[in-house]
């Protein structure tokens, strides 16, 4: 039992660029959702889905897309990465409105 | 709006001395609470939660926290704090499939 995995841990990329950060979870959870954390900024919602094929908008979601075509995978996209993209990006999944589970986290440098 | 305030970003403890770390809260209705705690360079792992019952509820690594309505605060605490304690603390406030965050407070350890 894995909990939740992020791919890839630590990615580099040129402004511009794109990527797609993956999440998956092996706890058959409805919700899922991603965050960005900056320093002193604690942590900012991004998107999150309460299902499979559903998608909702956080606090922080310009620059940023989802999808959640499989229950337990939950996609990150960023189309054209800037530099105030740098952050730490955790995703976490939570079976309905109580406990999440977080992921280990990707670190995300923009240059 | 809902929010979530930990007045203090920085708390210094000797090893073995107690640690109160505090947490306010706003929000309508009764809360769900949670705290968080990250190790460096880790993803966020749950301490403890309070949904309803007694307003002093048990944790992990021997945390507790005490639900106060009458001052909006779920301030957590430990009598006797161990080098392994040092990390950053999260408090959060459940808010419809949603966690609402506080900044954090960075506990950093005196041998």
């Known amino acids: 039992n894995a909990g939740v995995t992020q791919t890839p841990k630590f990615r580099v990329l040129k402004t511009g660029q794109s990527m797609t950060l993956l999440c998956a979870q092996d706890?058959?959870?409805?919700?899922m959702y991603w965050y960005r954390q900056d320093p002193g900024m604690g942590l900012r919602l991004i998107h999150y889905?309460?299902?499979?094929?559903?998608?909702a908008k956080g606090e922080v979601p310009d620059g940023y897309n989802v999808s959640r075509l499989k229950k337990q995978n939950f996609l990150l996209g960023l189309e054209s990465a800037a530099p105030s993209q740098t952050s730490v990006y955790f995703c976490?999944?939570?079976?309905?409105?109580?406990?999440?589970?977080f992921g280990p986290g990707t670190r995300l440098l923009v240059l | 709006a809902q929010s979530v305030t930990q007045p203090d970003i920085h708390i210094t403890v000797s090893e073995g001395a107690s640690l109160e770390l505090r947490c306010n809260y706003s929000?309508?209705?009764?809360?769900?609470l949670f705290w968080y705690v990250q190790s460096p360079g880790q993803g966020l792992q749950l301490l403890l939660k309070?949904?309803?019952?007694d307003t002093l509820v048990q944790g992990i690594k021997g945390f507790e926290a005490e639900f106060k309505r009458s001052q909006s605060s779920f301030n957590l605490r430990k009598p006797s704090v161990h080098w392994s304690d040092a990390a950053e603390y999260f408090c959060?406030?459940?808010?419809?499939?949603?966690?609402?965050w506080g900044a954090g407070t960075k506990l950093i350890i005196k041998p």
């Open positions: 976490a999944s939570s079976y309905n409105e109580e406990t999440q589970y």
């Open positions: 706890m058959n959870h409805e919700y």
């Open positions: 889905s309460v299902g499979e094929g559903t998608t």
């Open positions: 929000y309508g209705a009764t809360p769900y």
């Open positions: 309070y949904f309803s019952g």
């Open positions: 959060a406030v459940g808010v419809h499939y949603q966690l609402i």
